[in-house]
């Protein structure tokens, strides 16, 4: 019976414990981008506890590291042990692994040819491909390299990307690309969510391309679809763009990003 009683306080604590690392990890979460500071009054209204508990959990959260507090009303920020934390998680994320599953989802929804792309200065690089296993399709291959002004994937991450006075220009400097077209189209891109080609690139070729980004806001690439135009209609590309606007969603969500980005 002695026994019995003990595991049943065991128990107890246990799932005390658990709630309350529950609880601390609702703190963390609490502080969304743009957040540099909070007060204990926004993340009462956040989080949902009482004073005292918020006031406790923030206490342990601070000896540990994973807050800083400051000033007078109290004031709180993300401390230095989620800094390292963040760090050990961006330097062993494998991108291409990550996105693997989502392109082959696009893979199977779409049947053609399905490409990963990475930002370098005013290039795209592929970094992952899965080729179409239908008899005419188009690939372009890992290595691959292209301006982010020429074709569908190349405008998904450019229309995402700050630029300063007269970039666009020098991004488009010995190519043929209209500055005006161009425009408009990032523009559209924007508006939509996704960016299309047709014959840009490759003759008789359809591309359409969405974005993703990382936890910091910014555009990290684009996943993107080709195929022939003997297949695909311009409607069908459309319902490619709004399918992958959901995988970018979620590649986003995966690299730390806001679903909203």
């Known amino acids: ?6 595991e049943k ?6 799932g005390e414990g658990v709630r309350a690392v529950e609880r601390a990890l609702d703190v963390l979460a609490a502080f969304a981008p743009g957040d540099s500071e909070l007060l204990v009054a926004d993340l009462v209204k956040r989080v949902g506890l009482s004073r005292p508990t918020l006031y406790r959990l923030l206490h342990t959260l601070e000896k540990k590291g994973f807050v800083a507090s400051s000033g007078e009303p109290q004031r709180f920020r993300l401390g230095s042990a989620v800094a390292r934390l963040a760090h050990v998680w961006g330097t062993t994320l494998d991108l291409t692994a990550t996105a693997r599953p989502l392109m082959l989802e696009a893979s199977a929804f779409t049947g053609e040819t399905v490409a990963l792309f990475v930002p370098r200065g005013e290039m795209r690089l592929c970094v992952a491909e899965i080729q179409s296993a239908q008899a005419l399709s188009f690939r372009r291959g890992v290595g691959y390299s292209e301006r ?3 074709g569908a994937s190349g405008r998904a991450i450019l229309a995402y990307t ?5 970039q666009l220009e020098a991004y ?4 043929s690309a209209d500055l005006g077209w161009l425009r408009d189209q990032m523009a559209l891109t924007r508006e939509r969510g996704y960016a299309m080609g047709h014959n840009e690139l490759i003759q ?7 974005p993703f980004f990382d936890g910091s806001g910014a555009v990290a690439g684009s996943l993107g679809v080709f195929g022939p135009d003997v297949r695909l209609t311009e409607a069908r590309v459309h319902e ?4 992958l606007k959901g995988l970018g969603a979620r590649l986003t969500q995966t690299l730390g990003g806001a679903a909203g980005s």
């Open 162 to 166: 700050p630029l300063a006075p007269g």
């Open 148 to 150: 982010l002004v020429k």
């Open 9 to 14: 306080s065991g128990q107890a604590q246990g």
């Open 240 to 243: 490619f763009g709004a399918y």
């Open 204 to 210: 008789g070729a359809y591309a359409v391309a969405v």
């Open 1 to 6: 019976m002695e026994q019995a009683t003990e």
């Open 172 to 175: 488009a400097a010995g190519t």
